[in-house]
């Protein structure tokens, strides 16, 4: 198990940059197992000027992302994948059951339920105070 990921500690496993890094930071990893972070979701993000001017909703596909990403955290920590890319698959089962909004803290859970050769798959919830946002099965390609 490893202590807490900030930015800099998670940008070294996994690729993704400013706009599109959507995690802040990994509060629980079990390499190859599962990971928790946190999102903090604020109003200065870009895509709250279209979805929605008057009513700004996270969408539901930022959501999933910020859930891959953590899944990828728990994959890509494994010595076997150090320096690949884990893609997205698949998505199955996505459920979404609690609006999002600037100011919210999700909560990221990633368990991998199965990893053989180069694919994964993994079961993630999103929660905002204890609230289910998000379920979903994610399969992840490694490359």
Known sequence: MTEELDTNAIQKIIPHRYPMLLIDRVEKLVPGEM?????????????????????????????????AQT??????????????????????SAEFRKVVRPGDQLKLEVHLEKVRGHIGVGKGVATVDGERACTAELTFMIG
């Open 71 to 92: 899944g990828a955290v728990a994959l890509l920590s494994e010595p076997e994948f150090k320096g690949k890319t884990a893609y997205f698959g698949g998505i199955r």
């Open 35 to 67: 990971a928790i972070a946190r999102r903090n979701v604020t109003i200065h993000e870009e895509v709250f000027n279209g979805h929605f001017p008057e009513n700004p909703v996270l969408p539901g596909a930022l959501i999933v992302e910020s859930l």
